[in-house]
């Protein structure tokens, strides 16, 4: 069975002191939850201040969703939103020049 997108949600503008494990924290009171992760620089390994947190239930996401999306925490307003799904980028080189 395919992982459906609509139980992964987005999160945005999270504190510099934000963890891997404080983002499961934040988020474990709605539902179980399989995969919370920031998303880190590759040079220095510094959280960019987004994450992703992946819910086993759809219907637990959207709780979540509801209760943090435009909420404050660690001194942050923090966004919620469902993930989108990334396209794979095309190989297609063709130029439009006139």
């Keep these: 069975m395919a992982k459906r997108i609509a139980s992964q949600l987005f999160v945005s503008r999270l504190s510099a002191y934000t963890t891997d494990e404080s983002l499961r924290q934040l988020f474990s009171p709605f539902g179980l ?3 919370a992760r920031l998303i880190r620089d590759s040079r ?8 992703f947190v992946t819910f086993e239930s759809e219907d637990d ?3 979540a969703l509801k209760a943090l999306d435009g909420k404050i925490v660690d001194g942050r307003l923090i966004f919620v939103e469902p993930a989108k799904e990334v ?3 095309t190989t297609n080189m063709t130029s439009n020049k006139a």
């Design 44 to 51: 220095t390994q510094r959280p960019k201040g987004f994450g």
């Design 87 to 89: 396209e794979a980028p």
């Design 33 to 35: 939850i399989t995969q």
């Design 61 to 63: 996401a959207q709780k």
